[in-house]
């Protein structure tokens, strides 16, 4: 399955990147389109919504990476609702340290400037 | 602008190639590429398969010499992807991701050896080749599952990115003095239960990273970690069908598949089967070790690899140029000096190369900070084995520019019978494990006496063996893997190796070990407390020695394995950490702590050079002075000895350190031990005494009881006192 990557921007400037299928090499470039795109429209904030990723390769992350380099380190990066295998590799390569998770979306705390 | 090189000139089958770049070998990302290249002096014959990955058949067979289509025309044309003895090609559009490769090789010149029987050349165009250059491989993904032995490319080359983001990290560089190296297995570390980490990722790199919090606490600043590049548990593995459990396992990796490529059964992420992740999930282990101020050394085994002798398995080596790689006979027998079937060819100057490359590799890409090798001494023989004045190979180890701030450290023996402790060939800059220390630690540990000679100059950093090469050249020990943990030290007499199902006959029988009057566990609590003072004793004497400490993993909190001394191949309990010890023996590892914190805090004990015996700064203290019972009379036949460090001797007399009094008192019964006079203005602070109960047996640096008498102290039985002689 390939991936759909949807960007959403909310008017408070969070990017809301809907992410569907498999997040690997042949995929990634997709995801780093949105994540441009959000940065051409200065988000303060990456939410990566994540309920519909079944997969994540090593380019996956290569692109969060890219992502927290491009967006600085003041625009936090959240994932929501990752499935287990996705969160493990999150964590076994240290990730988890660098982007928020949780398990759903709660605008109270991700949309407060 | 669009590179011209990223352009096919040729078309194979639907394949878009160009003529390949011989350097580097191995495969390499290129713009909209991948180049392979491949040497062999002797083959002629050489075609790359790619593989989906995981497929039994590759999709594509490419050769590298042969009929091809022109682009732009499509006419047949004659190809040949060979730049002198490397094969070579970049292939455009790859998904380098989801692949994997591997080669096939024949020279029809060359007489060919048949399985189990001797021979020079060993090409086999039916069997499949490993890269020996591949970054990462796949075919042992997973730690433990059982491979399918029919699978005809058991060990599969993988493409790896090598784009990890370091967030500026640096190798910490400490200089080699003031380390305390542990010596750990990264299985081994957290794969026990009671480990507490999460099952799918304990006994793995991120497991290791999780337990970093420990190892800061415990004040190591250099961890070596036991082979991780790529190996196979399962050869020579045997299952057991009653029990129905892998009692044999090559657990320990001391037989490597491939140099350049980290074990993926050692990383959570390996089952992923992505060698990126792998590699990921490696560095940011590492990257996580430096943030916290602890360098890391591997393990490196250069002296052999895992295809055996004639019976063994075409894996890579053997089948792409046998006789580059290994040393042989004039009939085509493998020269066994590692005891484990071959032996690399490492003054070859190809094979030579590929040690240094794959080195510069581990520096360059995962930010390693040093490496032992495994028998060592086999990286001083030439090509038919007999020991070099100037071996080349450890002549450009010692002075490779990528490697320049590398710590190298010598195993300076092999199993062929070749003992260098002391003669290693250095070059200013290799360290050696010092086996010599070992075996004198032990045995004036046990009491044996006439042994305060021997440990005079152990504590010095063995002078007698490395005049010249400074104190730093001795890597001190009382333990490793090999032999006897520092509890089973203690405990055992012999060893008790039925486990490893050779009738007792493997390991070592000259162990130097006293088991305090009762042979394994018991419940004699006089006999229990003896060994807790004897491992405390040890770790002491370790850590006021000159030269640099290293410790096993386990030693800190009174790991067993139950007389075992050679548990390469357990898989189990025998050989994973027991992390509930680290309660039940709390003041085990509290003293450790402390010792090393001691150690830490006192630069006196880390000269970079020899102490030279003499007061040449005028100080009215030698650097290093000799007692016994009585002040400036040692006795050198006896099982006591004491001695003095002047502070004023720190680092050749640039620094100033308190002064340091040791009273090593390995007789039965408790002695008085009247310590030298200090100047007037200064005190005698006790720190240690190994003879008090916890926590009267060790002060942590700053917490130092000033002495009721300043002038005798009784040292118990078995027994090591620490003084300080600090300005009041």
């Known amino acids: 399955m390939s991936l759909e990557a949807m960007l959403e921007m909310t008017a408070g400037g969070v990017a809301k990147i809907q992410l569907k299928g498999k997040l690997d090499a042949g995929t990634a470039d997709d995801f780093q389109k949105r994540i441009e795109e959000a940065a051409g429209h200065k988000a303060q904030r990456i939410v990566l919504l994540m309920e519909g990723l079944t997969f994540m390769a090593s380019a996956g992350l290569r692109t969060l990476i890219f992502a927290k380099q491009k967006m600085g380190a003041t625009v936090d990066i959240y994932v929501i609702g990752a499935q287990t295998q996705v969160i493990e590799t999150l964590e076994m390569t240290g990730l988890n340290h660098s982007v928020v998770i949780r398990d759903i979306y709660d605008p109270a705390e991700i949309e407060k400037v | ?728």
Not at chain 2, 10 to 19: A, E, Q
Not at chain 2, 294 to 299: C, G, P, R, W
Request: with cysteine; aromatic share 12%.
């Open chain 2, 1 to 728: 602008m669009e590179r011209i090189d990223a352009h096919p000139t040729h078309l194979f089958k639907g394949h878009k190639i160009r003529p390949g770049k011989p350097y580097p070998f191995g495969a390499t990302l290129v713009p909209g590429g991948v180049n392979f290249s491949i040497f062999s002096h002797h083959a002629d014959y050489c075609v790359l398969l790619l593989f989906e990955k995981g497929a039994p058949e590759p999709y594509a067979v490419i050769p590298f010499r042969g009929m091809f289509s022109k682009v732009g025309t499509n006419e047949p044309e004659w190809a040949d992807f060979r730049i002198g003895k490397v094969f070579t090609m970049t292939i455009l559009d790859l998904d380098h991701e989801n692949i994997e490769y591997g080669y096939r090789m024949d020279g029809s010149s060359y007489p060919r050896a048949r399985h189990g029987e001797p021979g020079i050349y060993r090409f086999d165009p039916s069997q499949i080749l490993m890269d020996p250059y591949a970054k990462s491989i796949g075919g042992r993904d997973a730690w433990g599952v059982v491979p399918d032995k029919s699978d005809p490319y058991q060990h599969r080359s993988r493409i790896v990115f090598d784009d990890f983001d370091w967030e500026g990290d640096r190798p910490p560089e400490l200089p080699i003095e003031d380390l305390v190296i542990y010596e750990a297995h990264v299985r081994g570390f957290t794969r026990h239960a009671s480990s507490g980490i999460k099952s799918s990722m304990a006994g793995t790199f991120t497991g290791l990273r999780e337990k970093i919090p420990y190892l800061k606490e415990l004040g190591i600043n250099c961890i070596e970690l036991m082979p991780i590049f790529e190996f196979d548990e399962f050869e020579h593995s045997k299952y057991d069908e009653a029990s129905g459990k892998w009692v044999k396992m090559n657990y320990w990796g001391y037989s490597t598949v491939g140099f350049f490529a980290p074990k993926a059964g050692f990383a959570a992420t390996g089952r992923v089967g992505d060698g990126t992740m792998v590699a990921d999930e490696l560095k940011t282990m590492i990257k996580e070790l430096h943030r916290n101020d602890i360098e890391v050394i591997l393990d490196v085994v250069f002296n052999h690899t895992a295809e055996g002798n004639e019976y063994g398995p075409i894996i890579s080596y053997c089948g792409i140029d046998n006789p580059t790689y290994y040393m042989l006979t004039p009939e085509g027998y493998y020269y066994n000096f590692s005891g484990t079937g071959n032996t690399l060819n490492c003054n070859n100057p190809i094979v030579r190369n590929m040690v240094l490359d794959a080195l510069r590799f581990w520096v360059a890409e995962y930010h390693i900070d040093g490496f032992r090798f495994d028998l060592a001494s086999i990286l001083s023989r030439d090509p038919f084995g007999a020991p070099m004045a100037n071996p080349p190979l450890l002549e450009a180890l010692a002075f490779d520019p990528v490697l320049g701030k590398c710590k190298l450290i010598a195993e300076a023996w092999d199993a062929g019978g070749l003992y260098q402790v002391g003669s290693f060939p250095a070059y200013g800059r290799w360290a050696e494990w010092n086996g010599k220390s070992r075996d004198t630690y032990r045995r004036f540990l046990k009491g044996d006496c006439g042994m305060a000679g021997a440990m005079s100059q152990i504590i010095q950093g063995s002078p007698n063996l490395y005049r010249g090469r400074g104190a730093t050249a001795s890597i001190n020990f009382i333990t490793c893997h090999d032999g006897f943990t520092l509890y089973d030290t203690v405990s055992y007499n012999n060893k008790h190796n039925s486990a490893n199902l050779e009738d007792n006959r493997d390991g070592a029988n000259d162990n130097n070990s006293w088991n305090c009057g009762w042979e394994g566990e018991t419940e004699d609590p006089a006999i229990n407390a003896l060994r807790r003072r004897q491992i405390k004793n040890a770790v002491s004497m370790l850590m006021v020695s000159q030269g640099v400490p290293m410790i096993l993993q386990g030693d800190e909190v009174g790991c067993t394995k139950y007389g075992n001394n050679n548990t390469y191949c357990h898989d189990n309990e025998l050989n994973w950490l027991d992390w509930t010890l680290v309660e039940k023996n709390y003041d085990l590892f509290r003293f450790f702590k402390h010792i090393i914190a001691l150690r830490h805090a006192h630069p006196i004990l880390r000269n970079g050079c020899h102490l030279r015996n003499q007061d040449w700064k005028g100080t009215g203290y030698a650097d290093i002075t000799w007692h016994g019972t009585q002040a400036w009379h040692a006795d050198w036949n006896g099982n006591v000895i004491a001695f003095m460090l002047n502070g004023s001797y720190v680092k050749e007399g640039y620094d100033e350190d308190d002064f340091i009094y040791v009273a090593m008192n390995m007789h039965w019964d408790a002695l008085p031990f009247d310590m030298p006079m200090l100047p007037p203005e200064y005190q005698w602070l006790l720190s240690v005494n190994t003879s008090m109960p916890s926590p009267e047996d060790i002060f942590p640096p700053g917490q130092e009881r000033i002495l009721d008498n300043q002038q005798s102290m009784l040292v118990g039985g078995r027994s090591v006192a620490i003084l300080l002689g600090r300005k009041k």
